[in-house]
């Protein structure tokens, strides 16, 4: 990363706006289809970060090149099962990996991770999940994180 042009920083509540953006450019490069969203996605999108943000359990990373959001990362504590059952084994995800295209293999997606990442440690995780493109996932790999045992298995649509 050219450390004298671009720059991580923490996104503020009033850039939701451009995280959810960056959210849905990740979706669409996993191929992830538009079908399962609400037609309100990004207001959906854009109060569902903000309630995490203002309970403390996410974090919005931006890297920018000036003014300009070249990259983002969001860390957040998982909610729901079982999160909300086993209290004391804090897990983090990371979302909304994105870099725009002109700024690519120049350590942007490593270096928002790795701040999603340090912030999710300092809140006490103990462990920390992400979903991996393809091409992305030696970048992950080589920051430490390792194939789970996740299984999926997609309901496949009648004729």
């Not at 979302?95 to 990442?117: I, N, P």
Request: aromatic share 12%; charged share 25%.
């Amino acid at each position: 990363m050219e450390a004298n042009t671009i720059t991580v920083r923490v996104a503020e509540p009033a850039e939701f706006d451009t995280a959810a953006e960056f959210w849905m450019s990740m979706r669409r490069e996993l191929g992830m289809p538009d079908e399962d969203l609400s037609a309100d996605w990004k207001a959906r999108s854009i109060a569902y970060f903000r309630q995490r943000h203002e309970a403390d359990e996410l974090r919005w990373f931006f890297a920018v090149d000036g003014p300009h959001v070249v990259a983002s990362a969001a860390g957040f504590f998982l909610d729901g099962y079982p999160s909300q059952i086993c209290t004391n084994r804090r897990i983090g995800y990371i979302a909304g990996v994105f870099v725009d295209e002109k700024y690519r293999r120049r350590g942007c997606a490593r270096a928002v991770t790795q701040a999603a990442l340090d912030w999710l440690w300092d809140q006490g995780c103990r462990a920390v999940r992400l979903h991996a493109a393809q091409n992305a996932r030696p970048i992950y790999a080589s920051m430490g994180f390792a194939p789970s045992n996740e299984m999926i298995i997609t309901r496949q649509e009648r004729a």
